[in-house]
């Protein structure tokens, strides 16, 4: 049996950004490729080891149908990043980071607006055949890093996700909506679009 694609999904804390993004995603490639198939995980490059994903983060995840009342912070390790075939990351620094602590994964590291940006360069016809959801990650993640040159690059303030962390309720709204804008593209190239089911 193949065993299941991996995502690793990085923010500071991980208590607002990647969980959110992890839930999100994990909802739509369930529907999508079946449950188990993709494996969807976060950390944070200063997680706050243990603690419950912030409940301005939640109640917007849960607007938006996802659920995170389970989840629990977790530190990165070089092992996660080794482990994982795309890593998502909120900021152009955690890309930074990822990079220092297992330098190659960088090719396969992309800030969630990074990728949705590289994605939309990604023809529906140069997406894979349809097969398991790891053989599919295996080719989409080399075609997305193809198309960094190609495409001009986002202004770093375009290319992060804002950190709402200890903010106002109107910066958690920016979060998600930047990380909901994003999502299509993104889920489009993971196997998740209208035209791929």
């Known amino acids: 049996m193949t065993s ?13 950004r990647s969980p959110y993004i992890e839930r999100r995603l994990q909802h739509e490639l ?4 079946g449950h188990g198939a993709v494996e969807v995980s976060s950390a944070g490059t200063g997680a706050l080891v243990d603690a419950a994903m912030e409940p301005d983060a939640l109640s917007r995840l849960t607007g938006a149908g996802g659920a995170g009342e ?4 977790r530190a990165i390790t070089r092992e996660l990043v080794a482990d994982s075939q795309l890593v998502i990351v909120a900021t152009r620094d955690h890309r930074g980071a990822v990079s220092r602590l297992y330098p190659r994964a960088l090719a396969r ?3 969630l607006r990074d990728l949705a940006h590289l994605a939309a360069g990604v023809r529906d016809d140069e997406l894979p055949p349809r097969a398991s959801a790891r ?10 890093a193809s198309q960094r040159g190609l495409r001009p690059p986002l202004e770093p303030r375009e290319a992060d996700v804002i950190d709402p962390f200890r903010q106002g309720r109107d910066v958690f709204d920016t979060m998600s909506t930047q990380v909901e804008d994003a999502l299509p593209q993104v889920l ?10």
Do not use: K
């Open 109 to 111: 590291t992309h800030t």
């Open 135 to 144: 053989e599919w990650l295996d080719q989409v993640v080399p075609l997305i």
């Open 30 to 33: 369930d529907l999508a490729w």
């Open 188 to 197: 489009r190239v993971l196997g998740a679009g209208a035209g791929s089911r």
């Open 4 to 16: 299941a694609a991996r995502i690793l999904i990085v923010c500071t804390g991980n208590v607002c």
């Open 70 to 73: 389970d989840f629990r912070a």
